[in-house]
């Protein structure tokens, strides 16, 4: 804080003289001893939120440790030590660009270097330590800055790096990364502004550009939006309650005297006596470069993060229902000072949204403190740091606030496509921080005048009558939810439940638990919260206000307050999330070692589709356990094409999956409930078989595996836009085969018999549907179709007399009009048994593995990984490339659908090339493909790798284009005759954002350069 914001305002004659700051040290960036002693004391603490694996390689883990940021990260370093830093990666995604991806950092020095230097799981503790250390010494420094004290500077470390924000979301890396530059930024901005001469400022930029081009690599998006942002108001707030180093007064006063009656010479005087210009370009002349300059040092990871969320569901915004979800609720407020209020009996999370995303806590002791700061404290930056918090509040509360300040940032460009607003509470932690400081600082001053001693005794005075408050409050609405259960029931669905939530489940008997524990006063975790605001009083008290002089002279008070405020916060970090040893975490699973023991079809490693109900092989788990590549992913930029191929395949085990060449299906040994009617089991969001007729995927054969002759088959079904099919058309076709794969008994399934239009029911559609209603089976929901959207499936069943014994089943839609969809089907044996048709009963799956949790079953009618077509169509879009594969009859074997926004037709290619042959890979490096075909005319190379910008191809030396085929696959035309076919990963996004990179950083060494080169001197005369 400047001098000029110590001296009493005239206009406010009763505002108390404390003096809040110390003297500075001459050079902030070599402190003397005592601040090393202060720095060492608040890492020691800081190092005790992570002593567990510092000790045991334990970690507060959630879902993501173990299926992203770990796995990766174990990969990344793989890739490192062979010498290798992948721009892609097959190992999920069917192919990703990993580097453009960001969240491990992959351009990120400080996880480079320790990877490179430390086993994975020794690097993996070490970041979370050097950034928790990273973000308490920046606020350390940057209440130094503000010529706080020590005390209140390592306080305002503790808070910030012990506080909810860094704590909850401790398992997101790149979140945790990104944020601990935040302080740091703020602190060299802060020194820019000060600085007296044009070189001090100069370097203190850089410095502030360097930070900020740091926290962009790191990455998170989000966060370093809100840095941004926070970097904004920062500027802002500097502008208005100044006063700053003057804006290069040695060139200001040499202008002036040497133009003085030129144009440059006006130009300095109006800029030296308009204060507010003065101080205007004097922030622009130091955050405008810190941002612009900050950002291109990180366009080489920012440039191609941009390109892949082009391509993302987040490219053009999301809606603001889904960019509103996980915010704080009003109710979440009450953490503040019971920060486990909606943690119910053991530990049963019972609040709106995932609890890490909803936190609002800075300890008890900050939260007093603060309190202090604004009570007593009257200064114009403690009022700005309250404005900082109180706006970071409404933000976090997004869609609940009255005033929703979200939706108004939602609507700017660039902004639309982030979401959680309760990470906004990363602004209430910095301004928790300084304003907690600055009350620690106000009690330390020490000054006994009337009026410090009253503002003092107002605040004990609301410490004492908020305890009581709270619990009578407390009290009473424990024993209404005895006393009528009922009318509270009542009352949690109107006013709670009724709010937006989180997809989990939560039941009122849930959140009617959850309250009643909550607000028993015989909860520890309640006693502490109103034991502790109680003792914090009763310690003001005590060195403020109590008759005794000794107590009030004690200077072991500041002392007091932090080690309080370090055990409640180092206390509460460590209960937030389970924890869990990387070892056990990471733990490969068995059949993972066994699908890599099995050879590879060709050249390319096994591509393998985990179920997503199997989270100890999700997606990327697989990525550091060898060779195997998973068609799955997880990631927050999944690509679009990707995102509707997988969930069509996940919707129906059909030719699309075998197209995408996945060798081994990996499923739960057990599944849990499914829906069933009339003995027959199906889920009513998957599907057997859905299809029009006629095309490759029109036709599913299955393995009855019963011992029993079949005598009834019961089947639940429906027919898809088919409201014009008539009365008694054949839709379907079922024939049953013996050992010998002789036909022995067939079937058929009718209109209006058998199966019906699934939106039979919905009143605008029943008067234009030609066939008869059947037996309802129960009831799907259809995306994007005319309201309501619950639609019926059908139900049928055939007795067979004499009973037979059959190996297979094989349905095949023949639907006039529109599609055919099974969802299930039950083979009733004479003994009574019901065999099922779900759960990869297809016969082109053999089980190679099975244990008590999952089995491996091998895909035998999977594709090559490349192989040759003779014709392509060209659909108008991507999306219709889809509809065409999925609702028009589809050869894949014999045809590719090109999509026109791969530059199809520029490309002048016939489609019809007739070509017929086969390729086979010889070389394959994950960025780098080889590919030999031999085709009898020109042809169409299809490889079932994912397509992205950034794929080129060469055919014998010579440039060739790369097109998207089938929505998600590269695809390279190639002429008849036998021919070698290289494709290689060279995105000119990264290129581009390296050559920004580089030419900032040459700036910035020219700009260090300039600023530490020592001033000459003027001659005199």
């Known amino acids: ?95 990703y660009p990993i580097f453009a991806d960001g969240e491990i950092g992959l351009a990120y020095p400080p996880v480079l270097l320790a990877l490179l230097t430390l086993p994975p799981e020794r690097a993996f503790i070490a970041l979370r330590l050097l950034h ?16 706080l004290p020590y005390q209140s500077a390592v306080l305002a470390g503790i808070v910030f790096s012990l506080g909810n924000f860094l704590q909850a979301q401790i398992h997101h890396e790149n979140i945790v990364r990104t944020a601990s530059w935040l302080p740091l930024i703020l602190a060299c901005v802060e020194k820019g502004l000060r600085a007296a001469v044009w070189r001090s400022r100069l370097r203190w930029t850089a410095l502030g550009v360097i930070c900020l081009g740091l926290a962009g690599l790191s990455l998170h998006s989000q966060v370093l939006a809100i840095e941004l942002l926070i970097l904004t108001g920062y500027g802002a707030f500097r502008w208005g309650i100044g006063p700053l180093g003057e804006l290069f007064p040695d060139v200001l006063a040499s202008g002036a005297a040497g133009s003085s ?20 370009l004097g922030v622009a002349s130091v955050c405008l470069p810190v941002v612009v300059c900050g950002l291109g040092l990180a366009a080489v990871q920012l440039v191609p993060l941009v390109e892949l969320a082009s391509f993302s569901a987040r490219g053009n915004g999301i809606p603001y229902d889904q960019a509103a979800a996980y915010s704080v609720t009003p109710y979440g407020l009450l953490q503040l000072v019971f920060p486990y209020f ?25 939260l007093v403190l603060a309190v202090v700061a604004l009570v007593c404290a009257r200064r114009r930056e403690v009022v700005g740091w309250a404005v900082f918090g109180t706006v970071g509040l409404v933000l976090s509360l997004g869609q609940y606030s009255p005033i929703n300040v979200h939706y108004l940032l939602w609507l700017l460009p660039g902004l639309s496509g982030l979401r959680a607003p309760g990470r906004f509470t990363f602004v209430v932690m910095l301004a928790g921080a300084m304003l907690a400081a600055y009350g620690l600082a106000w009690l330390m001053t020490g000054a006994d005048d009337s009026l410090s001693r009253l503002r003092v005794r107002r605040v004990v005075r609301s410490l004492v009558w908020t305890t009581l408050a709270l619990t009578l409050l407390l009290g009473v609405l424990h024993v209404a939810l005895l006393i009528w259960p009922l009318p509270a029931r009542s009352v949690i669905d109107a006013i709670y439940l009724s709010l937006p939530r989180d997809t989990y489940p939560l039941s009122n008997d849930d959140v009617f638990n959850g309250l009643a524990w909550s607000t028993n006063l015989h909860n520890p975790r309640v006693l502490v919260g109103l034991a502790g605001l109680a003792a914090i009083a009763a310690a003001i008290w005590l060195w403020q206000l109590s008759p005794w002089r000794r107590w009030r002279a004690w200077r072991g008070w500041p002392n007091v307050f932090l080690a309080l405020a370090a055990i409640d916060l180092l206390t509460f970090g460590w209960a937030i999330h389970p924890r869990e040893s990387l070892a056990t975490i990471s733990a490969e699973p068995a059949a993972v070692r066994q699908v890599e023991q099995l050879p590879a079809a060709d050249g390319a490693p096994n591509r393998v589709l985990a179920s997503p109900v199997l989270n100890q092989v999700a997606a990327d788990r697989l990525a550091p356990f060898g060779t195997v590549q998973e068609a799955n992913g997880y990631s927050s930029l999944q690509f679009i094409w990707h995102r509707d191929y997988l969930g069509r395949v996940l919707y129906a085990d059909d030719a699309l ?33 859905h299809a029009p007729a006629g095309g490759a995927l029109a036709q599913q054969s299955f393995t009855l595996t019963g011992q029993s002759p079949i005598v009834e088959m019961r089947l639940v079904t429906a027919l898809v836009d088919a409201v014009q099919v008539p009365q008694g058309a054949p839709v379907a076709e079922l024939e049953l085969r013996d050992g010998s794969n002789s036909v022995i008994a067939t079937a058929e399934l009718q209109a209006g018999r058998d199966s019906m239009d699934w939106a039979w029911d ?74 099922q048709l779900f759960g990869r009963t297809d016969t082109k799956y053999r089980q190679v593995y099975a244990d008590d949790e999952m089995r491996v079953l091998e895909n035998t009618a999977a594709f090559p990984r490349a192989f040759v077509v003779p014709t392509a169509r060209v659909a108008p879009s991507l999306g219709s490339a889809l509809s065409q594969m999925i609702h028009q009859p589809f050869q894949p074997d014999q045809e590719v659908i090109l999509a026109d926004d791969t530059t199809t037709q520029a490309t002048g290619l016939a489609t019809d090339r007739g070509g017929h042959g086969t390729a086979r890979i010889a070389a394959y490096a994950p960025d780098d493909v080889r590919v030999h075909t031999s085709a009898d005319a020109d042809a169409w190379l299809v490889l079932s790798d994912t397509y992205y910008p950034g794929w080129t191809a060469t055919v014998d030396g010579q440039p060739a284009a790369v097109l998207r085929g089938d929505v998600l696959f590269r695809v390279v035309p190639v002429p008849g005759g036998e021919h070698d076919i290289e494709l290689r990963f060279e995105p000119s996004s990264v290129r581009i954002g390296l050559a920004i990179s580089l030419a900032c950083l040459v700036c910035l060494l020219a700009a260090l350069g300039l600023a530490g080169r020592p001033a000459r001197r003027r001659r005199t005369t």
């Open 657 to 689: 999956l075998d197209l995408w060449d996945v060798r081994y299906i990996l499923d739960p040994a057990r599944f849990g409930k499914l829906s069933s009617f009339g003995g027959v089991q199906y889920l009513p969001q998957q599907a057997l078989l």
């Open 342 to 366: 909606f943690r119910g009996p053991g530990s049963l999370q019972w609040g709106l949204w995932t609890h890490w995303e909803s936190y609002v806590y800075i300890g008890l002791v900050p």
């Open 132 to 147: 928790l250390a990273l973000a308490a010494c920046g606020m350390f420094f940057l209440a130094r800055t503000w010529r």
């Open 261 to 280: 009656n030129g144009r440059l010479g006006v130009v300095f005087t109006v800029v030296s006596r308009r204060r507010w210009l003065t101080r205007l």
């Open 762 to 835: 919905v009143p605008s559609v029943r008067a234009a549907v030609q066939h008869q209603h059947v037996q309802v089976a129960g009831t799907t929901t259809e995306d994007g179709g005319p309201p309501p959207r619950t639609r019926s499936l059908s139900f049928s069943d055939f007795m067979l007399d004499p009973a037979i014994s059959a190996s297979t089943l094989t349905i095949r839609a023949v639907a006039p009009a529109g599609e055919f969809v099974l969802y299930g089907a039950g083979l009733v044996g004479s003994d009574g048994s019901i065999t």
């Open 1 to 95: 804080m400047h001098a000029a914001l110590e001296v009493q305002d005239p206009a406010h004659p009763e505002q108390s003289t404390r003096t809040l700051t110390e003297a500075p040290s001459t050079r902030w960036g070599a402190p003397p001893g005592e601040a090393w002693l202060w720095l060492a004391g608040l890492l020691l603490v800081i190092s005790l939120s992570v002593a567990d694996g510092v000790l045991t390689n334990a970690v507060a883990y959630e879902r993501d440790t173990s299926v992203f940021y770990f796995p990766l990260m174990s990969w990344l370093g793989q890739q490192l030590r062979s010498g290798t830093l992948p721009l892609w990666t097959p190992q999920f995604f069917g192919g």
